[in-house]
């Protein structure tokens, strides 16, 4: 099993302004494709909110569309409060941007 990480470096403002970061992590595993994590980790501007978006096999995640996603994180405070985990900090320091 292996993984990457990839940082999507389009701007993603939400509807009151704030700009938000997103942050892929693809876990590779050959004998059990569609079975891997799927992880969507972000942040706001400030780093004053972490989460994860985490679902146990990428086949479980019934957000299809990237793109929709990111703008229900951004946008939809309730669901993102759900995903706010502060211990993704650590996430952020690596040096992938």
């Not at 389009?10 to 059990?32: K, L, P, Q, S």
């Not at 096999?57 to 995903?83: C, E, H, W």
Request: hydrophobic share 30%; glycine share 2%.
């Amino acid at each position: 099993m292996s993984e990457s990480w990839s940082y999507d470096k389009a701007r993603h403002i939400d509807r009151w302004g704030e700009r938000w970061h997103f942050e892929r992590r693809h876990i590779f595993d050959a004998a059990t494709p569609c079975e891997e994590p799927y992880e969507l980790y972000f942040r706001n501007d400030d780093n004053s909110e972490y989460g994860v978006l985490r679902f146990e096999r990428q086949k479980d995640n019934p957000y299809r569309d990237y793109k929709l996603v990111v703008t229900k994180i951004m946008n939809n405070r309730t669901f993102r409060r759900s995903l706010l985990d502060p211990d993704t900090k650590t996430v952020w320091r690596k040096n992938w941007k």
